[in-house]
């Protein structure tokens, strides 16, 4: 599930100051699929959709694979 409070809408505003870096991508997984679609549809509108990948459905046992081959892990949480 993916929620405002999340704060990754504020992720997506942070990569697009990344400008066109190849190097930077952004992987969000969620175990859930609420909040997906919308997440998709904002990436595609601030022109992210090469860089950002979303992964749904996750289960928590694959999380550690995934935090192993990040370079950075990030909780953008959002206050309120």
Do not use: F
Request: include cysteine; hydrophobic fraction near 40%.
């Amino acid at each position: 599930t993916l929620a405002p409070w999340q704060g990754l809408q504020a992720l997506l505003e942070a990569m697009t100051h990344l400008g066109s870096r190849n190097d930077c991508r952004l992987v969000v997984a969620a175990s859930g699929r609420k909040g997906v679609k919308r997440l998709r549809r904002q990436s595609i509108a601030k022109g992210l959709n090469t860089r950002v990948t979303i992964l749904d459905g996750i289960h928590h046992g694959v999380m550690p694979n995934l935090y192993q081959r990040a370079y950075l892990s990030v909780a953008p949480l959002a206050r309120g």
